[in-house]
């Protein structure tokens, strides 16, 4: 058995890998297949894998790199993410890519689509316009025609014909990672001392340029050896960190929040990889495997600040996850100048002291964090819920 240290190494060079050397490895191995990024938000991987692609999400440069040229395409009052982007493509650790994806969750990530488009015309671009009407006969039948549209664009371009066969395998596939997921994420929620939150994120992120299939066997080596794994249980306090849903934060910021008292028992990290909660189901009669994403979609999104609620109770769905998972409190963990979740913010805020949940915000870039400033403000917060009690 791999141990759990060896795994977490292996985990950390994959989201170091910022040449993407795993994704010019696979080409060579997979002659004339496609690469296509995506941002670390939710996009449709097993249509692309279904494709004959290899589905790459797209972090930005995090705190590796130092932006220059990508300051000079977009404003300073914006989050961070697509100036970094920018900057790898320019100096060339996006080459492997033959395509990107941009999913349709705020203004900026739809700039950001427009500038790819005019700076590397050569590679095929797509918006994924994402329905916010979730009537099946309209948002899901949009969205359907969307997902064909990107299958008849790759196929022009080399990508496999869609086929109903390799889409259900890849289907079952992506749902057996989920599941696995899934595992991962109760083992953190029941024995938080056995996985900490910033190794799940490891262990997650490192299939961000892997197949379905081979992401889920290394997650299952990870789950065999973090439970068998000698750790002590820790004096925390149990919350759940919210407002991270595209941008990431840095990892250092993660474990300081866990070195400052607080087992992350949840998050909206990953969001890439856990948007559908629960499986992609077999299409019903006169259906097919498109419209089954479609409809997993529409029916098991995770609530996110970019998702419209309609006639649901904002906040509602934050409450019922911090009771879930049997958290003290929230902290909110939002990238600076993320319209999305600032905006949501206030009203998740009104929701949890409506119910008496503690909360604390704080803001960071992907590039920098006041880790010290940080430490103190949760461990301050971390205090305040042992003293004085957080979700009734």
């Avoid at 692309?48 to 590796?64: H, R, S, T, Y």
């Avoid at 359907?144 to 664009?153: P, T």
């Amino acid at each position: 058995m791999t141990s759990f240290d060896t795994l977490m190494q292996q985990a950390r060079a994959c989201v170091d890998d910022r040449r993407l050397e795993r994704v010019r490895a696979w080409k060579q191995e997979n002659p004339g297949a496609l690469a296509i990024g995506h941002m670390p938000i939710y996009t449709p991987r097993p249509l692309l894998e279904a494709l004959g692609c290899l589905p790459v999400a797209v972090f930005g440069g995090g705190d590796q790199v130092d932006v220059i040229r990508g300051d000079a395409y977009f404003q300073s009052y914006i989050c961070h993410i697509p100036r970094s982007t920018i900057e790898l493509a320019l100096g060339g650790e996006l080459e492997p890519l033959d395509g990107m994806v941009f999913p349709a969750i705020c203004d900026v990530i739809r700039n950001l689509g427009g500038m790819w488009k005019l700076l590397f015309p050569e590679k095929w671009s797509a918006y994924l316009d994402l329905p916010q009407n979730f009537d099946r006969r309209l948002g899901g039948a949009f969205y359907a025609g969307e997902l064909r549209r990107f299958a008849r664009e790759l196929e022009a371009r080399g990508a496999r014909p869609l086929d109903e066969v390799r889409l259900r395998a890849a289907i079952a596939d992506e749902n057996a990672r989920r599941a696995t997921i899934d595992e991962l994420d109760v083992l953190r929620r029941d024995e938080p001392h056995r996985l900490r939150a910033s190794e799940a994120y490891l262990a997650v992120r490192a299939g961000s340029a892997m197949t379905a299939a081979e992401h889920t066997a290394f997650l299952r080596e990870v789950l065999v050896a973090a439970r068998e794994r000698q750790t002590r249980k820790l004096d925390n306090v149990r919350v759940v960190v919210v407002g991270s849903f595209c941008e990431q934060p840095p990892l250092d910021l993660i474990i300081t929040l866990e070195r400052a008292g607080c087992d992350i028992v949840a998050d909206d990290m990953q969001l890439g990889m856990r948007m559908i909660e629960g499986a992609i189901d077999a299409p019903s009669a006169g259906r097919d495997s498109v419209d089954a994403l479609a409809d997993a979609y529409l029916d098991r999104g995770a609530a996110t600040a970019s998702r419209y609620i309609g006639e649901l109770v904002k906040g509602r769905a934050l409450i019922d996850r911090v009771r879930a998972v049997r958290a003290e409190g929230v902290v909110f963990a939002a990238a600076s100048f993320c319209d999305p979740a600032l905006l949501d913010q206030p009203m998740l805020e009104a929701a949890l002291q409506r119910e008496g949940i503690a909360f604390t915000t704080l803001k960071y870039a992907e590039n920098t964090g006041q880790f010290q400033t940080i430490r103190e403000q949760a461990g301050a917060f971390s205090d305040s819920v042992k003293l004085w009690g957080g979700a009734a």
